[in-house]
């Protein structure tokens, strides 16, 4: 088929990179703009772009595709479709009805439970058992439109980094199944209940409150891993937890240091980590960060 592909983070990346290798026409690649990173804030390209620079295929980076120019410019590719995954702007009606069968969409949850713009670390902060990868052909609404594809997996005890990682494939993999034969994945309407949001993460989410059940700690370690990391604070410097153990325990003071193992009371039992890192510091296994940093029992963590 004739493609347009239309992505931006990590996440993307096997998509394009999976409809390269089932031989479809990938005609333009659309991503955003190259933004500032790392700490010299130099303007770095997306992931996507950076992999369709090294396929040879033609990368296109619009700020909008509102405008008239754009959009006719989208027109004159003269598409089968346009693949859409985490690309990060809206698609006005112009865009979505340009291709012969539409935008279809490589969306990490299943639908319609976390529509929206974090679907990974919101089930994993939910305590959701199960997550999956669904292709959708997009509409004006936020990821409401009909799904033509599903694959279900376990969360278990992954983090956001570890899911995205394997949706991304499956999701790949998906994909490149619907278009071989479209008319045996028909568009189905998604249910009217159980329809949630998943909220962008507001960096206020990611400090710890030692307040909630010990289990909750542990998803939100995991839901914001690898970035932006859950944290807490201890003589005016952030660490960040990356990994951790729920350990039963009596009620305590929540947030209290239990041990020389930095096991830390919570609402209901305790957390310790097992994995931490110091600001401006390289990960390391909490037993290593003690030696070197100890927080002694009886301390009051928030």
């Given at each position: 088929?004739?493609?347009?592909?239309?992505?931006?983070?990590?996440?993307?990346?096997?998509?394009?990179?999976?409809?390269?290798?089932?031989?479809?026409?990938?005609?333009?690649?659309?991503?955003?703009?190259?933004?500032?990173?790392?700490?010299?804030?130099?303007?770095?390209?997306?992931?996507?772009?950076?992999?369709?620079?090294?396929?040879?295929?033609?990368?296109?980076?619009?700020?909008?595709?509102?405008?008239?120019?754009?959009?006719?410019?989208?027109?004159?590719?003269?598409?089968?479709?346009?693949?859409?995954?985490?690309?990060?702007?809206?698609?006005?009606?112009?865009?979505?009805?340009?291709p012969k069968f539409g935008c279809l969409n490589v969306h990490g949850?299943?639908?319609?439970?976390?529509?929206?713009?974090?679907?990974?670390?919101?089930?994993?902060?939910?305590?959701?058992?199960?997550?999956?990868?669904?292709?959708?052909?997009?509409?004006?609404?936020?990821?409401?439109?009909?799904?033509?594809?599903?694959?279900?997996?376990?969360?278990?005890?992954?983090?956001?980094?570890?899911?995205?990682?394997?949706?991304?494939?499956?999701?790949?993999?998906?994909?490149?199944?619907?278009?071989?034969?479209?008319?045996?994945?028909?568009?189905?309407?998604?249910?009217?209940?159980?329809?949630?949001?998943?909220?962008?993460?507001?960096?206020?989410?990611?400090?710890?409150?030692?307040?909630?059940?010990?289990?909750?700690?542990?998803?939100?370690?995991?839901?914001?891993?690898?970035?932006?990391?859950?944290?807490?604070?201890?003589?005016?410097?952030?660490?960040?937890?990356?990994?951790?153990?729920?350990?039963?325990?009596?009620?305590?003071?929540?947030?209290?240091?239990?041990?020389?193992?930095?096991?830390?009371?919570?609402?209901?039992?305790?957390?310790?980590?097992?994995?931490?890192?110091?600001?401006?510091?390289?990960?390391?296994?909490?037993?290593?960060?003690?030696?070197?940093?100890?927080?002694?029992?009886?301390?009051?963590?928030?």
């Amino acid at each position: 088929m004739r493609l347009a592909f239309m992505g931006t983070p990590e996440f993307a990346v096997p998509s394009l990179d999976a409809l390269v290798a089932a031989g479809h026409e990938v005609v333009a690649v659309y991503t955003q703009p190259p933004r500032p990173a790392n700490r010299g804030k130099m303007l770095t390209p997306s992931a996507v772009q950076t992999r369709a620079e090294e396929l040879g295929l033609s990368v296109r980076s619009p700020l909008s595709l509102r405008n008239a120019e754009a959009q006719a410019e989208f027109a004159e590719l003269d598409l089968d479709a346009a693949i859409v995954a985490a690309y990060g702007l809206i698609l006005p009606q112009a865009i979505l009805d340009a291709p012969k069968f539409g935008c279809l969409n490589v969306h990490g949850s299943l639908l319609p439970r976390w529509r929206g713009a974090a679907p990974v670390q919101r089930a994993i902060l939910a305590g959701d058992r199960t997550t999956g990868v669904m292709v959708m052909q997009m509409e004006a609404g936020l990821d409401t439109g009909p799904v033509r594809a599903t694959t279900e997996i376990e969360i278990g005890r992954k983090t956001t980094g570890e899911l995205t990682t394997e949706l991304a494939e499956l999701g790949a993999e998906l994909m490149v199944v619907v278009l071989q034969d479209m008319a045996a994945h028909p568009a189905i309407p998604q249910s009217g209940e159980g329809v949630t949001y998943a909220a962008k993460i507001d960096k206020s989410e990611t400090r710890i409150d030692f307040s909630q059940s010990a289990a909750a700690v542990e998803r939100q370690v995991r839901a914001f891993n690898p970035a932006p990391g859950a944290w807490f604070e201890y003589e005016g410097e952030r660490y960040r937890i990356l990994e951790a153990q729920v350990i039963p325990a009596q009620p305590n003071v929540a947030g209290e240091v239990l041990d020389n193992h930095l096991t830390i009371a919570c609402g209901t039992d305790s957390i310790r980590p097992t994995l931490i890192q110091r600001a401006g510091k390289p990960a390391m296994p909490t037993a290593d960060l003690l030696r070197g940093k100890p927080i002694a029992p009886g301390t009051i963590l928030a």
